[in-house]
């Protein structure tokens, strides 16, 4: 009975550009809830970080995130639900992060979007945490439209797509190895910075040089747009150990400084010969590490050099938001796709 109705109010979407959906993060260690009318207007994004509580371990610890979630999640959905001045039977339907992500937490965000959904007889919408990603970009831009190039580059994932449509998105390259995020992270925790890394890094970063050969990178863009990151990553911490091991004083900053000019600068060229290979005009920045000021200004660099243009949103929608989640369902949903019945489960992996 529910399932057919859901299924009923979700072909509805489709001619309904205001629809009001409600979103529920809970990948990793942010617990979120959002209310998002018509894919790109924010009525309310409330975000529940654990930081402070994985500070002490160096980093997420997956038990504890998937317990903390349990904690938090009602609360955050009601306080979503009243920012936005809406109430549950207002909304158009459930969205919920399914994957990729840690299994743990995410089975916390879709048992409660199913039971939720349930509750008030609304369609639940599966969406994938990457994809949500770069939908970030439709809620900064509210003009924005495919095609465009996008760079994904999170704790999880680096990846560059060619957005074709709002439900075609085609691999053109990414990391063979560790995520940009990831090697951000392990490079602040060999550095003793604490936890999240990324931020800590680009803070270092802006007080030293990039003087440091830390690693011997292959030369040029690779013919299959890849990057790797596990040998930059390992080259620091060899760096790192060695000078301890002499009793010889590491230079925090610089080596902050020389990491994110490697990390960076090669990704950035291997960017550009994606846009230029797909033929589009703009590059769109997604993830938590699209908010480094030096990623999107080596960006900005290439683009002024080979003629696209790069935008990226706000930070609050570049780390893991459930806004994202909101907006990306809302355009799976006008398109036929997404709906999920109550037998959905979370995926650590999906490929793309
Ligand atoms: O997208 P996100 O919030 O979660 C995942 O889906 O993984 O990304 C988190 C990642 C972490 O690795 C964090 O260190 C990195 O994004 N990050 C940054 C910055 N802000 C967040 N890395 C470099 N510079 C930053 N300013
Ligand atoms: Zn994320």
């Known amino acids: 009975m529910y399932e057919e109705n859901a299924k009923i109010q979700f072909d509805e979407l489709k001619n309904k550009p205001d629809a009001l959906i ?13 209310v998002v009318r018509g894919g790109r207007e924010v009525l309310s994004n409330v975000i529940a970080s654990q930081i402070e509580i994985h500070r ?16 938090a999640l009602p609360n955050i959905i009601d306080q979503a639900l009243k920012e936005a001045g809406v109430t549950a039977s207002d909304l158009d339907g459930v969205a919920v992060t399914f994957g990729a992500g840690l299994i743990g937490a995410l089975l916390v965000g879709v048992s409660a979007a199913k039971a939720y959904a349930y509750a008030i007889n609304k369609p639940l919408i599966a969406v994938n945490h990457i994809e949500a990603h770069v939908s970030a970009n439709f809620i900064a831009d509210k003009t924005l439209e495919p095609p465009f190039c996008a760079l994904v580059a999170s704790g999880g994932h680096t990846l560059l797509l060619d957005i074709k449509g709002y439900n075609e998105f085609e691999k053109l390259g990414g990391t063979l190895d560790d995520a940009l995020g990831e090697a951000f992270d392990k490079v602040a925790r060999v550095l003793s910075l604490p936890y999240p890394g990324g931020p800590n890094v680009e803070k270092l970063a802006k007080e030293g040089k990039p003087n440091i050969k830390l690693y011997k990178h292959p030369k040029g863009v690779r013919q299959d747009l890849s990057v790797s990151y596990s040998g930059l990553k390992t080259a620091v911490v060899n760096y790192v150990h060695t000078l301890e091991q002499r009793g010889e004083p590491v230079p925090v900053a610089d080596v902050c400084a020389s990491f994110t000019s490697e990390a960076v600068g090669l990704l950035a ?9 797909s033929g589009r005009s703009l590059l769109a920045l997604a993830g938590g590490v699209a908010s480094n000021g030096d990623l999107r200004a080596a960006l900005k660099a290439e683009g002024a050099a080979n003629g696209f243009s790069v935008c990226y949103p706000p930070h609050v929608l570049c780390t893991d938001n459930a806004a994202m989640v909101a907006s990306r369902a809302y355009f799976t949903a006008r398109e036929g796709k997404g709906l999920a ?5 979370a995926k650590s992996h999906i490929a793309f």
């Open 341 to 345: 019945g109550l037998d959905l489960n």
């Open 269 to 277: 060229k291997t960017a550009a010969e994606c846009v230029r290979r």
């Open 56 to 71: 002490r371990f160096g980093g997420v610890v997956p038990e504890v995130a998937s317990r903390n979630h349990t904690l």
């Open 22 to 34: 409600l979103g529920i993060e809970s990948s990793c260690d942010e617990t979120a809830a959002a």
